[in-house]
């Protein structure tokens, strides 16, 4: 019942910083927990961070903790995440989530693809 959409992706340089976007569709948006996740070649699916409904609580795994900050503006029914001080290991297709838990996700982007050149 929400499809997302993410973009923003992109080549950086290391050290660089880019703010990827995940646009939801529907009315639902502000019921759902949304979260980051990436996946680099060769990898499990990473999760990164999570916000909140209200977009009042976040939380963030240490790897990125500091460098990359989760938002949402639920009056346009996106979330973003904020990406600083960017490394190459950071390379990985990037997905954005929704689900009612904050253990479970229901629906998932396509991804979008964040390379970062050392």
């Known amino acids: 019942q929400v499809q997302l959409v993410e973009s923003g992706g992109g080549l950086v340089q290391a050290g660089g910083s880019l703010r990827l976007s995940c646009a939801a569709s529907g009315r639902t948006f502000r019921d759902y927990n949304m979260g980051w996740f990436r996946q680099a070649p060769g990898k499990e699916r990473e999760f990164l961070a999570r916000?909140?409904?209200?977009?009042?609580?976040?939380y963030y795994v240490d790897s990125v903790k500091g460098r990359f900050t989760i938002s949402r503006d639920n009056a346009k029914n996106t979330v973003y995440l904020q990406m600083n001080s960017l490394k190459p290991e950071d390379t990985a297709v990037y997905y954005c989530a929704a689900g009612f838990t904050a253990t479970s996700y229901d629906y998932w982007g396509q991804g979008t693809q964040v390379t970062v050149s050392s």
């Open positions: 916000i909140s409904r209200s977009g009042s609580v976040t």
